[in-house]
Every structure is written in structure tokens, then in C-alpha cells.
């Protein structure tokens, strides 16, 4: 059996997601390379994948694995793979790796980014969230600071039988402007269940002065959700890159 890598580039918007689920006309991004590759391979593959993206997210490069006995050299197995899939999900740099390397459990650190505008548009909305106004950057970049480290990220998360423990260590946030956007580019060894969603609309509400620094800073301290947050549009979030 070989382990194959791939990268996965994809617009998340017509799908419940990244992970295969059992309910019907559910379509997920994993259903359908999955269902794609056992056409061309004539086997049953299983995907694992480095991060399980939310309803609507999007993934400039998410990295998957399966196992195959197929012989097929993997340029052609790609290129058929690119043919049979929908415009919104591009397979690129097919690799085979050693047979331990797992796509989730090897990686190091994930890299997400998250693309605001200050007015609803009808073109750049498929891929933003919406600030309804100009926030403060500066003030967003101060709590953006707070969030790196060792947290307990229980108050900017949904609750995940999946993923035990809360604890995940930031090694970067911050905040920039790229044209019309505000970005938020964050890395972490891992991210809890729409973390990164209630991150952006904790910093958001405190940029906009509805939030204080110092009551952002004690959710993060003691891990409560002290002020109801609610996680941002998947629409501006992206799985930008894996680290191994």
C-alpha cells in the first residue's frame, strides 16, 4: 500500500464542510474527492485530513492522505482527478510519502487567515466577512497580542466531543491591511471548533469599542465566556497552510 499527499485547494461555500457525514444530500469537501478517487482507483479511499473546515470555510492548501494499492503513476491520477471534480475543488502536488506520515497528526502548526470588509459587496463577499464599519486597528492589534501564547480558548470555541482538551498554543496573530481587507493571519499547533471565527468577532466588538481589551484579555485568563460572542461568517476564512 502506498500513502499519498495531496494538496487541496477549495471554495467552501456549497459545502457542509470539510468531513464526510452520513446525512443525506449532505455534500462535503472530503465526500467528494473520496467518491471521486475510488471511481478512478477502483477501491474504497478514506481520507485523513489536517484540518476539518466548518460549513462555508474555505482552504488555499489543505493537506490530505490516503492509502492506495494502485500502481497509477500520480500526475495522471491527479489530472483524472481534477476532471471528474467540481470548479471549486483543485487537487495539486500529489506525493508519496512514508507510511507513518499522517496528514493531521504530523503536522505541526496550522495557518489560518481571515478577510474582512467594511461593507457588504456583492463580489468580494463570497470569500469575507463583513465589518459593518471601519474598526479600530490598533485597538485590534493589541488584543490580537494577548491571544499569543498557551490559552485555554474555551471562551472563543464551540464545544467539540471530537477534541479533548482546550488548550492550544498561538505562535502568531496579528492584524494587516491588504487592499480593501482586513486580514488576520494566525498560527497555533491547533485550533478548537470555530476558534478562530469567535476570535475575530472578540477582536472585532473590541475594535469597535463594545469590547474592552481588559475583558477580551480575562476570557482568555480564565477561559469564560463572560460577553456573548458570536463567531464571524465562514465566508472569510481560509486554511491557508499546514506546517510539517
Not at 463580489?123 to 490580537?144: E, H, K, N, W
Not at 472563543?156 to 482586513?182: I, K, M, N
Request: contains cysteine; hydrophobic residues 40%.
Amino acid at each position: 500500500m502506498k500513502n499519498i499527499r495531496i494538496t487541496v485547494e477549495y471554495d467552501g461555500t456549497p459545502y457542509s464542510g470539510w468531513q464526510r457525514q452520513n446525512r443525506k444530500g449532505c455534500v462535503t469537501v472530503q465526500g467528494e474527492i473520496e467518491s471521486a478517487l475510488g471511481m478512478i482507483l477502483q477501491e474504497k479511499i478514506s481520507l485523513a485530513a489536517a484540518g476539518r473546515t466548518d460549513k462555508g470555510v474555505h482552504a488555499k492548501a489543505q493537506i490530505a492522505n490516503f492509502s492506495t494499492a494502485s500502481p497509477m503513476d500520480l500526475s495522471r491520477m491527479v489530472h483524472s482527478l481534477n476532471a471528474l471534480l467540481p470548479d471549486t475543488i483543485r487537487i495539486t502536488d500529489p506525493l508519496e510519502m512514508p507510511k507513518e506520515f499522517h496528514s493531521r497528526h504530523s503536522a505541526r502548526e496550522r495557518h489560518y487567515r481571515y478577510f474582512l470588509i467594511a461593507e457588504p459587496s456583492a463580489i468580494y463577499g463570497r470569500f469575507s466577512g463583513c465589518s459593518f464599519g471601519t474598526p479600530d486597528l490598533a485597538v485590534m492589534q493589541q488584543v490580537a497580542g494577548s491571544v499569543r501564547g498557551v490559552h485555554d480558548f474555551s471562551a472563543f470555541s464551540r464545544e467539540d466531543r471530537d477534541s479533548p482538551g482546550r488548550l492550544c498554543t498561538v505562535t502568531a496573530c496579528q492584524w494587516y491591511r491588504y487592499q480593501h481587507f482586513l486580514v488576520l493571519s494566525i498560527s497555533a499547533n491547533r485550533f478548537l471548533r470555530s476558534m478562530v471565527r469567535y476570535l475575530v468577532d472578540g477582536m472585532l466588538r473590541a475594535g469597535k469599542g463594545t469590547l474592552s481589551a481588559e475583558e477580551f484579555k480575562r476570557m482568555l485568563e480564565t477561559g469564560v465566556m463572560t460577553t456573548q460572542l458570536n463567531p464571524v461568517a465562514p465566508s472569510g476564512l481560509f486554511l491557508w497552510r499546514v506546517t510539517y
